[in-house]
């Protein structure tokens, strides 16, 4: 060997280049009136071990309880979930060191906005109090324009304490980019829009709505990996129901529970996640279940019930599986953690790695490249 530190070097470069592949910046939206969070929080997540470390944090961000990262990396767009005074965040953002530096805000034009998505020329967001969507421009410095669209839902429920309106619990992409679904708990709908990214005042146009079972609640859904299904969750009675969709069109094709057989607790449907692999679905269940349903997606697109597995926690708002498909991690609203699970690939079982991040009441949690 005629250059053994050069050899060295090289394996240690390689070395380094691998371990970064395996890191990501783990973004969590915090809820901040119920205990001591700052708001945001990033930490480095390393997807072969599970193992975690603190990056950094926003100052006096109010509730945000929902975040969305720019295609680009280098802007992350948060709700302020408060009531009647709510607003929709824009923050410039260091994949490196992962500090959020507040740009600016709007008015979210509805109350208790829940869930916000964007693209390189809009940021999207669910109004949940107050039963409507809300479309903001996206300026070239990733700073939010004025509102320039906002779509009121109407009408309720049969569930007189939760649906005596409309409440919109989500947006979400279709996977080419040319529909915009939304779930309406309030009402019992799921609306496909047309989406018009570089219009500037029809940017959400209705194509077509579906109803599901009354006093059902529709909560979130997600597509599959080839984009030809789309799986969703009642919050209200623990239905999943799968359509097919071509489109903009949803055709009901299948329906199942996250309820294990033998519950008779109160319960309270969350969140919902495809494996990267795109080969086992997760639901997760609140109220006095607090677990995390598995199945496995068949080749019609129909689910096959693999069981229920505890959270270990109270209050399962919201879960993530990491890119790599290693570890599933559970945020819970009430027990103040995030539990971190070790996923097997093959059988889509969750093991508990007895590793957790404690924090004040964490409800959103978003993987991004560091």
Known sequence: MKNPFAVVLLIFIFSSAQAQKNKFNLLIGTYTQSCDSKGIYVYDFDSNTGNFSFKS?????????????????????????????????????NPSSGKLD???????????????????????????SGGNISVFSKNNDGSLGAAKQVIQHYGKGSNSQRQEGPHVHMVHFSPDKKFVLSNDLGNDKVYSYAYNPNDEQTV????????????????????????????LLQELDGALTVFSYSNGILTKIDETTILAKDFKGTFSSADIHISPDGKFLYASNRGEANSITIFKILKNGKLLLKGQTSTLGIGPRNFAIDPTGNFLLVAHQYTNDVVIFKRNKTTGALTDTGKKIALCSPVCLVFTKS
């Open 57 to 93: 944090t926003t100052e006096k961000v109010i509730n945000p309880s929902y975040l969305s990262v720019s295609k680009d990396n280098n802007f992350v767009y948060s709700v302020n979930e408060f009531g009647n005074e709510s607003t929709v965040s824009a923050f410039s953002f």
């Open 102 to 128: 507040f740009i600016n805000k709007q008015s979210s034009k509805g109350a208790d906005p829940c869930y916000i998505i964007n693209d390189n020329k809009n940021v999207i967001v669910a109004n949940y």
């Open 204 to 231: 959400l146009e209705l194509k077509d709505s579906v109803s599901v079972q009354s006093g059902s609640g529709p909560r979130h859904l997600t597509f599959s990996k080839d984009g030809k299904f789309v799986y």
